[in-house]
């Protein structure tokens, strides 16, 4: 039985930067495309970012592009999403998940994911 464990979440003030990193054991992450998406109370869930298998091609939901960076080490089998310049809306419980291809991950399509991080944008 495989998981994806989350981690790296807290309290931050606007502006601030935190970094979320997914470990997972029980299967190999080199074949999966994997994604952060995150949900805020009363909110649906919105996708933030995907990663290809290789970790070459990445994209990001259009408000947090250019704070975010989504990255990945398979010879540690975790990815990580380094966020950046962080706003209060950006508050939310994160999810780390797997993929079974790049275009899924883009459709929001995943096959497993972690119990979520919380993060919280506050002063």
């Known amino acids: 039985q495989y998981r994806l464990v989350e981690s790296g979440g807290g309290l931050v003030q606007p502006g601030g930067s935190l970094r979320l990193s997914c470990a997972a054991s029980?299967?190999?992450?080199?074949?999966?495309?994997m994604g952060w998406f995150r949900q805020a109370p009363g909110k649906e869930r919105e996708g933030v970012s995907c990663?290809?298998?290789?970790?070459?091609?990445?994209n990001y939901a259009d408000n947090v592009k250019g704070r975010f960076t989504i990255s990945r080490d398979n010879t540690k089998n975790t990815v990580y999403l380094q966020m950046n310049s962080l706003k209060p809306e950006d508050t939310a419980v994160y999810y780390c998940?797997?993929?079974?291809?790049?275009?899924?991950?883009?459709?929001?399509?995943?096959?497993?994911w972690g119990q979520g991080t919380q993060v919280t944008v506050s002063s």
């Open positions: 029980g299967l190999s992450l080199d074949y999966y495309a």
């Open positions: 990663i290809s298998p290789s970790g070459g091609a990445t």
């Open positions: 998940a797997l993929s079974q291809g790049y275009s899924s991950c883009q459709r929001g399509n995943f096959g497993a």
